[in-house]
């Protein structure tokens, strides 16, 4: 008994089933993942495992992949210390890791010919940035807007007496204003903006301003259309799994439901994190007002089952011919056959489907009013161009769909169609 006892070992976390241990790293970042790493060896191939499992990040052989080592060093530092007590971003962390980062690019690129080099670290550094704006979705605050619905109720609530006073309805004009204007960045993403906007400088810096600036521009906007892609194609996917779902017998799509709409859920969690993040570098220098009219275009309008047709013409207004061209692009194949799947599912009047219809017209309702709210925001103080056009227009089409939709549920309020749209 005497040696059972001085060979006993109170149980030790490290040695849980993985199961239950990525069960638990589901309440940490990949900051703390990364700086459990720290603790020792044991704790190091641990939390290697568990990054691997839930990122898809090799961080186990530093040797083979130093540079990716070190930009993912440098996010969990900043994700760490750079907010400081009051909530507010440390600029003093931002720029030490800024100017750290970019002397580890400028360090491995050659004196001559050094393009080439500066766009493979630099499109390593950019796509990591990104993609770790999205490793943990579920931590991130995702603040909600002002809705056309909230300041319903908040007037509702007032009394008659009320509603007449004058600085009632001064207050219920700015309430409306700040419907348009208001904009709340997501923490990661607002963290991960500001780092970008201060080493974008260090690296003009270090290298010739014109190529510098044409290479981080054309590497931020393919990173951007990469995570676009992606998510399109997963939303495309589950929604397509959830119509084939709805259709099956009932005894077996009871206990699936509750899973498909969770997922739908964290689908568009991880759209609406994206969509403020790109809010967030337009009203920067980073991203123009033109990058987002032709992202949307291209790209945003795409994701949705039920995107709207927006048509634009050349003919001359006042005399003076529009200074923009629009070309035609042509519907993506897969999507054509998820509007048309949608579609018939739509003509059988089934409710479920109609439900989805629903969510899918409020959503896009929302995404678009976000991207207003983003280029109003950026052109604050500056005469409106026309780069606000393309969302207006699909934020008045989504909007009257929804009426329509709401007002009369015996017809159809949009015909969708596998035909392309004219852009």
Known sequence: MANNHLHYRPPNLLELPLELLLKISEYLSFADLWYLATGSRHCRALSHQIIWHRYRIDLSRPQLNAFNHIVHAALAYISRHGYNKNNAIDQTIIQSVSNRLAVEIYDRSPL????????????????????????DPLLDTVRKHSTFTDLCLQKNRKTTSAILDQPTITNLSKNQHLLVTEFYPTRTGRLMTNFLTTLYPTMIALFETEPTTEIHHRLLLNHINRHLDSLSSRYHNHHRRRLLLNASPRSTRVTALAAVQQHNQFLRLNFRILIRFIGTLVQTDLLSANDLDIITRQRIQFFFLTFQQVVHTNDDIAGEPQKRKFKRSEQPPQQQYQQILFYNSLKSKNSYCWQMWLEEIEFQMEIFLDLRRAVLLSQQGDPITDDLSTVSTMLDNTVSALISTRSNDNQLPIILSPSTSTV
């Open 112 to 135: 001559k010919n050094w393009e080439p080099c500066l766009d493979f670290f630099l499109d390593k550094t950019l796509g990591i940035i990104l993609d770790h704006v999205f490793l």
